[in-house]
């Protein structure tokens, strides 16, 4: 079984005594519906599921309950017996309900005896994030596919190594070489295999068989195009076009996304809500331009402006040549390495909970990413594919830059760490494994947090 940070979050959610819907929002595939079920298992005496993709009928039924009542008469025929308090209910799949799981919800919630989550894979793209629940109602979690921590989890590194690697990143100094080696290896089959559950565990069962997780990852990314077609029906040419052309626009050397390569007449208006059926459906990142970087990064933000990254690397590298995996794992770059490194980062930033921006200007040149720490700061990252990683002049622009509040940068490359200076500012040169180890920047820090005892003998 797979341990997920998420689980920590659903007892933390248990334990509030503010008592709140919980929405568990994510792309297909990423673990939502197991661990809500691993979570009841564990946490209740009384489970009840309704899936209302599974079961459409039984759906209706509950939709048409014009009280508190009436709904827990409906759904209690439904499971065949009385529901007793405490009881965790779980409605996945929700979107097929619209927005009447917003009236059922209050029902539940108001009612008072039982705990309510509500979870569905294209749930963003119906209540249009979550802004359908009356302020107070509802607390939002997302699902990203495993982190780099995660995976570890499941290569059975043990909690010792993963620490030596957070307190490295705290301290700012170089692993020992031998266990660097070791982490860049793991790291490379990480990029390989995403962080899909099905295909993290396809991996393990294998024998560690690279095979099975890039098919698992070629059948999601058609599940996906599935989905458009079948949710998105007015516009599912649109979408399914710039679904498809993400690998392509990763992959050139000025990542923003470039509108008339869709169609030459595109704008950003004319497409502007197709972007957004992709976001919100978790099957895409955005990064978008800021013009200062300056917290609040929000403030100087173009919307029309972005680069676009897949929501797992596993799934954008099954869809490029099998060579492209092959040089992955061998550290050995082609013309897609830029765009897989970025895309391993923005999926780490975005999973840590940073929204993503990066930073262009015609003088200073392009940053890759910026971020703003618990306390405001803002935070420049840049990544390197290759063994010039301590070149990088965007970003001594941006340091040299009056006027700027930049205290330090870092660079994610696959080397150890290292500390450079410019303009009297750090430079931090961190390993692209330590891209997890951001997240302590946005005071949400897991220290301490251990999920399992995992025996030294049992890492291969």
Not at 116 to 140: E, N
Not at 162 to 172: C, F, G, H, P, S
Not at 434 to 442: I, K, T
Request: with cysteine.
């Amino acid at each position: 079984m797979l341990k997920r940070k998420m689980y920590r979050k659903l007892e933390e959610w248990k334990a509030s005594s503010q008592r709140k819907v919980l929405l568990l929002l994510g792309a297909r595939q990423t673990g939502k519906t197991f661990i809500v079920r691993e979570f009841a298992r564990n946490s209740y005496d009384a489970f009840i599921e309704v899936n209302f993709l599974d079961d459409e009928e039984n759906g209706r039924f509950l939709a048409g309950a014009t009280s508190a009542e009436e709904l827990i008469s409906r759904l209690s025929l439904i499971v065949g017996h009385a529901i007793q308090p405490g009881t965790l209910v779980f409605f996945d799949e929700v979107q097929h309900l619209g927005h009447d799981i917003v009236t059922l919800s209050k029902f539940l919630l108001d009612d008072g005896r039982f705990d309510l989550v509500l979870s569905g894979s294209l749930l963003g793209t119906v209540l249009d994030g979550a802004t359908s629940f009356p302020v107070g109602y509802a607390r939002i979690l997302r699902m990203f596919p495993l982190d780099f921590e995660e995976f570890c989890w499941a290569m059975r590194v043990p909690d010792a190594i993963i620490e030596e690697v957070r307190v490295a990143y705290r301290e700012k100094r170089p692993l020992d070489e031998p266990l660097h080696d070791r982490l860049v290896r793991i790291h490379r089959q990480y990029m390989v295999v995403g962080g899909m559950p099905e295909a993290v565990q396809g991996f393990l069962d294998n024998g560690r068989d690279l095979g099975e997780p890039r098919q698992v990852g070629t059948d999601i990314v058609e599940q996906y195009r599935y989905d458009i077609i079948k949710y998105a029906p007015g516009r599912k040419m649109q979408i399914c076009t710039i679904f498809d052309s993400v690998p392509g626009q990763l992959a050139k050397v000025n990542k923003r996304f470039v509108f008339n390569l869709i169609k030459k007449s595109a704008t950003f208006d004319s497409l502007e809500d197709d972007f957004s059926w992709l976001v919100k459906s978790g099957v895409t990142l955005p990064a978008y331009l800021v013009t200062e970087p300056k917290a609040p990064l929000l403030r100087t933000k173009v919307q029309e402006k972005f680069k676009l990254y897949a929501s797992d690397c596993g799934l954008l590298l099954s869809q490029y040549s099998l060579a492209s995996s092959r040089s992955v794992l061998e550290g050995v770059g082609d013309a897609n390495f830029g765009a897989v490194y970025e895309n391993i980062v923005a999926q780490q930033l975005a999973s840590a909970g940073f929204p993503l921006f990066y930073y262009n200007n015609n003088r200073k040149g392009e940053v890759d990413f910026l971020i703003e720490s618990a306390e405001g700061k803002v935070l420049p990252i840049e990544v390197k594919s290759g063994k010039d990683y301590k070149r990088h002049m965007a970003l001594n622009n941006l340091l040299d830059a009056k006027g700027f509040d930049v205290s330090c940068a870092y660079v994610l490359s696959e080397f150890n760490v290292s500390v450079g200076e410019r303009a009297g500012r750090p430079v931090y040169y961190l390993p692209l494994y330590m891209a997890f180890c951001l997240e302590e920047e946005r005071g949400n820090n897991l220290e301490g947090f251990v999920l399992e005892e995992i025996s030294f003998d049992d890492w291969g």
